[in-house]
């Protein structure tokens, strides 16, 4: 055989191995899902989209309450999970619990600090039970601490650890975003965790306690702020800008600008017809130290948007090289040629629209819907070993449903 035959042979194997998108990198996975609203359902929802096998352990007959007071948002953040229906206050509910776990490569769950260890269902009960196992307590502020056993939700957790005040537009006090801030911090945290902890298993063949206090990771966040705190009564926050906002059309959409860099504020400038505002404001870094400056070049700024519609300005600015984009609510999003280019929004046969997992890493599109309560019940306790007797029983004292 020749050499470049033999080549040929080689790359022809090359090409044909899997690719990364190809595969779901936490297939295999055993993940036990004890979280119910946000922040634990969406981090359980990012590993399920990688493959994991996510087992959502409910309440018999009632489940998690977000299925009644949030479906659709139910429906996106546990799709491609499967449901067991548990009583895990009954002494049989937490044997068959302890088997689950015996099986399992994470528990994560978000009850108050110090439920689990009441149920005999926490960490330290576990560990002995599996040592490589990886277990997850999701709470507001942490398993210790004087605020431990606070209750909280996302604008309490924001407030405590300054997320409220930092402002985000140029000469109003802050407010609070209508995302879910803190909750999904602390779903993101809680994945970064587990991914880590599962990397120090593969080393040390250890598992690991995660303690994550969304307050925590909320701080974590609101820290690249604190430095741009202002450092007097006359001055604002440095990361503010008068050109660096959300201004309104005349066909009172807002359309949001980043006019940071000379740059780009000479491009806007030129692309808007008012080139004397270079000789008036040469440079708009300066100006942003101005307060003064800052309020006038900002009037002037909206008063030049608000004189014609989206349609144009979005024309003007694409051409210009400008920083821009509309402010698109839900239906323009989906409707976004940018979005379906990439690939980032399917539809499934009914026309519903799907936003995938960020960065491509994986094929595997999530198109799955979320289960019914307790939908998975017998096929999850099967899988344990349980046979169609013992499941029964457990159904007739109402351990499951």
Request: hydrophobic fraction near 40%; aromatic fraction near 8%.
């Amino acid at each position: 055989m020749s050499i470049g035959a033999s080549k040929m042979t080689a790359d022809h194997i090359q090409d044909n191995r899997p690719t990364p998108a190809d595969i779901l990198p936490l297939a295999g996975l055993r993940v036990l899902d004890l979280t119910w609203l946000l922040p634990g359902p969406f981090g359980t929802h990012q590993l399920a989209e990688l493959g994991a096998d996510v087992l959502k352990i409910e309440r018999p007959h009632t489940g998690d309450y977000m299925r009644e007071l949030f479906p659709d948002l139910f429906e996106l953040v546990n799709r491609n999970k499967r449901s067991i229906a548990l009583d895990l206050k009954s002494e049989q509910g937490r044997q068959v619990f302890l088997k689950l776990a015996g099986k399992a490569d994470v528990v994560i769950e978000s009850f108050r600090p110090g439920v689990t260890k009441r149920l005999g269902i926490d960490y330290d009960n576990l560990k002995d039970l599996k040592s490589d196992l990886i277990y997850v307590s999701i709470s507001g502020y942490g398993q210790d601490g004087p605020y431990a056993h606070r209750p909280g939700h996302d604008v309490n957790y924001l407030a405590l650890a300054g997320g409220l005040s930092t402002p985000g537009q140029w000469g109003e006090a802050p407010r609070r975003s209508g995302l879910p801030v803190a909750d999904l911090a602390g779903a993101l945290y809680a994945v970064t965790n587990i991914l880590a902890a599962l990397r120090s298993r593969d080393i040390t063949g250890q598992g690991a306690f995660i303690d994550l206090a969304i307050a925590d990771a909320v701080l974590h966040w609101a820290q690249v702020r604190f430095g741009s705190r202002p450092v007097s009564e006359e001055s604002e926050w440095h990361h503010l800008h008068p050109t660096n906002d959300v201004f309104h059309t005349a066909d009172d959409r807002g359309i949001s600008l980043a006019l940071i860099e000379e740059k780009f504020w000479n491009n806007f400038c030129h692309a808007i017809g008012h080139v004397d505002l270079l000789e008036r404001y040469p440079s708009i870094g300066e100006v942003a130290h101005d307060r003064v400056h800052s309020y006038a070049i900002r009037n002037v700024v909206a008063e030049v948007i608000r004189s014609e519609d989206l349609r144009h300005w979005c024309e003007i600015f694409e051409r210009a090289d400008i920083p821009f984009a509309p402010v698109n609510g839900p239906d323009e999003v989906f409707a976004d040629p940018h979005f379906a280019a990439r690939g980032t929004i399917v539809r499934d046969d009914s026309g519903t629209p799907t936003v995938l997992l960020p960065g491509r890493l994986t094929a595997h599109h999530g198109r799955g819907h979320a289960p019914n309560l307790g939908e998975n019940t017998d096929e999850i306790l099967a899988e344990i070993g349980l046979g169609d007797g013992e499941i029964a029983e457990l159904r007739r004292i109402a351990a499951i449903s």
